[in-house]
């Protein structure tokens, strides 16, 4: 019963709009000290010490920083203006050049929101300008902007790798097939509808030289590729730890930026008061749902949990489906962090009694949280994106353009559902 009125009182708190990391540890100290009493919490500073320690989550802020220089530094906005030229002579080309430049942003950062406005700032007027279907314009923008959820090196999959006590690595590595078979379907759908319906997608006309083009495309898009070729074949070939490979792709970031000319030491403090930001965001939510899930479980809640699920017949799927269904659901009204934070420690003890493989589970928990990006009403990249647009375009135009690609994220999720080969993990 305590973790009922825990999961509640928390819940409401987040939709009535306080605060989440306050709302994590004020619940947890109100509902902990009334039922367990105050030496609950004579715990609480150990708990703060080890994630102090934690040497996993250290990538964290220099992935975010990694990111956030792409993103000031103008690299982003040089891929896309390359990719739009090189594919804009075909039906649908500007947004397929979108979603390759996505999935490089993605593969390069792992921030969500710094991909979705550099695409919104420079991809979207160009496909509006070239009268391409609204919503089309705007699902494939966000769509390819949520990618860094699921392809390394995602910060959702660090994160998901500390609260579940799974290698970071071993979810990378998990999580590239996916990620890539996303792209794929994502491109397929684009290339048929510009088929079918050239007109909602026309072709721009490009009046330079192709060989100069593809000699441009290469040299805004090799740095990059080789960049996240070094971050992440240096973990996947055991070289160096995600948290040592973070440290080199902040780096090769500032090396970019150097290379196109774009550095400076203003930017640099912009980039890194950002970081700040987002990495202090992130940090306090974890050490209020840090006391969170240690009230929930001295309180006996995990257990009762654990007992409903082993009693089902065939618990394991039915678990799988409840807890899939209930992050799918809680996706569409607070945000992907409260969620890891708040959701996944009550559901790992469960997966583990249940003999759950953790890291196909992660892999499923981040794909479904990928989706809660781009689910109304609060799916964060469509407020990104309604953020940089043009003032006349309304928010249900964005809305119905994330349709098709939220339905292509079902799919790919059941997919790796029914066949966990597809991480290679079988």
């Not at 999935?103 to 391409?132: E, F, H």
Request: overall charge negative; glycine content about 8%; some cysteine.
């Amino acid at each position: 019963m305590t973790g009922l009125v825990l999961f509640a009182v928390a819940l409401l708190c987040l939709f009535l709009g306080y605060s989440v990391a306050f709302t994590f540890a004020g619940v947890s100290l109100i509902v902990g000290v009334a039922v367990l009493g105050l030496d609950l919490f004579a715990f609480m500073p150990y708990r703060i010490m080890a994630i102090m320690q934690n040497t996993i989550l250290m990538a964290v802020p220099m992935f975010i920083f990694m990111g956030i220089v792409l993103q000031k530094t103008g690299l982003a906005e040089r891929l896309l203006e390359s990719s739009a030229k090189l594919f804009g002579g075909i039906s649908g080309g500007v947004a397929i050049s979108t979603i390759i430049v996505g999935t490089l942003l993605a593969a390069s950062t792992g921030v969500v929101g710094a991909s979705v406005v550099a695409m919104g700032i420079i991809s979207l007027p160009v496909m509006l300008k070239n009268n391409y279907h609204q919503p089309t314009a705007a699902g494939v923008i966000c769509a390819s902007g949520t990618l860094g959820q699921i392809i390394p090196p995602s910060i959702i999959l660090i994160i998901l790798g500390d609260v579940m006590g799974v290698p970071v690595g071993d979810l990378f590595q998990a999580a590239v097939i996916p990620g890539m078979l996303l792209v794929v379907l994502y491109t397929l759908y684009i290339l048929i509808l510009g088929q079918i319906k050239p007109d909602l997608m026309p072709p721009i006309e490009v009046t330079e030289n192709k060989r100069e083009l593809l000699l441009q495309a290469l040299k805004d898009i090799l740095p990059p590729m080789l960049l996240i070729l070094v971050v992440l074949g240096s973990i996947f070939a055991g070289i160096a730890t995600p948290t040592e490979s973070s440290a080199i792709g902040a780096v090769g970031a500032i090396i970019l930026s150097c290379f196109y000319g774009t550095f400076s030491f203003n930017k640099l403090h912009d980039i890194s008061k950002e970081t700040v930001k987002v990495t202090s965001m992130v940090f306090a939510v974890l050490i209020g749902a840090t006391a969170f899930a240690m009230v929930f479980s001295y309180s006996g809640s995990e257990y009762i949990l654990e007992d409903f699920f082993m009693e089902l017949s065939d618990g394991k799927w039915m678990f799988i489906i409840i807890a899939m269904l209930a992050i799918l659901i809680l996706g569409f009204f607070i945000d992907f962090i409260e969620i890891a934070f708040l959701v996944v420690p009550i559901l790992l003890p469960v997966a583990v009694a249940l003999d759950i493989n953790l890291v196909w589970f992660a892999i499923l928990i981040s794909m479904n949280l990928q989706t809660s990006f781009l689910t109304p009403p609060f799916g964060f990249s469509l407020f990104y994106l309604k953020g940089v647009a043009p003032k006349w375009m309304k928010t249900s135009t964005i809305y119905k353009g994330v349709i098709p690609f939220v339905i292509i994220q079902v799919i790919v999720l059941l997919l790796v559902l029914s066949f966990p080969e597809l991480l290679i993990i079988a």
